[in-house]
């Protein structure tokens, strides 16, 4: 079992910007790959960015070249620096540790509301 624990999050204007982190604890070394997934009201969990042990991240299309995903395995952090935020990125956040790629333990959630 991985247990995380995010912070950050916020209230912010359009163009502003945030910056999430998770650390994980417990079973970390199942983790081959840490993430954050965003869920607006009335919409499905969606990617947001990825990351691998490796170092290699992958991002969603709406977020490219504003968000950036760091990790530091020393730490087993994960964080997400969210710049030019837009009202449409407004949703809860959450940390995912990934086994295999896929999500399988989840953070609690942080609020990120973006206004115009």
């Known amino acids: 079992q991985v247990q995380l624990v995010e912070s950050g999050g916020g209230l912010v204007q359009a163009g502003g910007s945030l910056r999430l982190s998770c650390v994980a604890s417990g079973n970390i070394f199942s983790i081959n790959g840490m993430g954050w997934y965003r869920q607006a009201p009335g919409k499905q969990r969606d990617m947001v960015a990825l990351?691998?042990?490796?170092?290699?991240?992958k991002y969603a299309d709406a977020v490219k070249g504003r968000f950036t995903i760091f990790r530091d395995n020393a730490d087993h952090t994960v964080s997400l620096q969210m710049n030019s935020l837009k009202p449409e990125d407004t949703a809860v956040y959450y940390c995912a540790a990934l086994i295999l790629g896929s999500p399988s333990s989840w953070g609690q959630g942080t609020q990120v509301t973006v206004s115009s």
């Open positions: 990351i691998t042990t490796r170092g290699d991240s």
